[in-house]
C-alpha cells in the first residue's frame, strides 16, 4: 500500500497570510507514460463530506479559487493558500489514486491566528 | 446537477450487518465508479472498495476484503455498501463518492454523498 504522510498536522496562520501543506507518498504516484502525478488534495469544513480541490497535484477543480494552488511531483507535494481566507478553516487531505487500495493523507487542520 | 443522495444513519448491533444506499442524479450512473470512503469519529479517510456499474464488478482495499460487499443497481442509479460482523472499531460516517471510469486508471472523486452514520453498539 503506498502510504501518505502529511505534515504539519495543523497550522495557524494568519488571515491574508499564506499557509502551506506538505505531502510525501511512500513511493512515485507519477506515471511516466503521461507524466502525470496521481495526487488530489481535498478540503473537509466541519460536519460536511470534503469536496475535491486539486488533482493531478497541481490542476485546480472548476469552481476553486485560485489562491489554492497545488505542485511536486513523484513523492512531495504541497497544497498553497496564498492568502487566507476564514472560509479555508478546514481540514485539508492529500490522496494518492495511482493504485488501489486509494490511500489518504492523516489531514492538516488550518486554523487562523 | 450532479447529486449523491445516501440513506439514514443507523444504530446496529455488534456482530450484524448493515447495508447503505447511495442514490445518484444528474450524471449518467454507468459511465462512473461509484467508490466507499468511511472516517471514524475525528479521524482521517478510509477507502474502502468500489463498484463499476457499468460493468457489475468491484474492487475491496484487503482490509475489508472478507466484509464488505459493494453493488450497484443501474435502473434505480443507486449503489449499496453492505458491511457484516459489525464491530465497535466500525463506528463512522460512511460516505460513497463518484469518479469517472477508465479501464487503465483511476480518477479522483468529484461528487460525494453527504454520508451516513453507522453506530455499532451493544
Known amino acids: 500500500d503506498i502510504v501518505m504522510t502529511q505534515s504539519p498536522d495543523s497550522l495557524a496562520v494568519s488571515l491574508g497570510e499564506r499557509a502551506t501543506i506538505n505531502c510525501k507518498s511512500s513511493q512515485s504516484v507519477l506515471y511516466s507514460s503521461n507524466n502525470k502525478s496521481y495526487l488530489a488534495w481535498y478540503q473537509q469544513k466541519p460536519g460536511q463530506p470534503p469536496t475535491l480541490l486539486i488533482y493531478w497535484a497541481s490542476t485546480r477543480e472548476s469552481g476553486v479559487p485560485d489562491r489554492f494552488s497545488g505542485s511536486g511531483s513523484g513523492t512531495d507535494f504541497t497544497l498553497t493558500i496564498s492568502s487566507l481566507q476564514a472560509e479555508d478553516v478546514a481540514v485539508y487531505y492529500c490522496q494518492q489514486y495511482f493504485s488501489t487500495p486509494l490511500t489518504f493523507g492523516g489531514g492538516t487542520k488550518v486554523e487562523i491566528k | 446537477q450532479v447529486q449523491l443522495v445516501q440513506s439514514g444513519a443507523e444504530v446496529m448491533k455488534p456482530g450484524s450487518s448493515v447495508k447503505v444506499s447511495c442514490k445518484a442524479s444528474?450524471?449518467?450512473?454507468?459511465?462512473?465508479?461509484i467508490n466507499w470512503v468511511r472516517q471514524a469519529p475525528g479521524q482521517g479517510l478510509e477507502w474502502m472498495g468500489r463498484?463499476?456499474?457499468?460493468?457489475?464488478?468491484?474492487n475491496y482495499a484487503q482490509k475489508f476484503q472478507d466484509r464488505v460487499t459493494i453493488t450497484a443497481d443501474k435502473s434505480t442509479s443507486t449503489a449499496y455498501m453492505e458491511l457484516s460482523s459489525l464491530r465497535s472499531e466500525d463506528t463512522a460516517v460512511y460516505y460513497c463518492?463518484?469518479?469517472?471510469?477508465?479501464?487503465?486508471?483511476?480518477?479522483?472523486?468529484?461528487?460525494w454523498g453527504q454520508g451516513t452514520l453507522v453506530t455499532v453498539s451493544s
Open positions: 463498484v463499476i456499474p457499468m460493468f457489475g464488478i468491484a
Open positions: 444528474g450524471g449518467t450512473f454507468s459511465s462512473y465508479t
Open positions: 463518492a463518484r469518479a469517472q471510469y477508465s479501464s487503465d486508471s483511476y480518477y479522483t472523486f468529484d461528487y
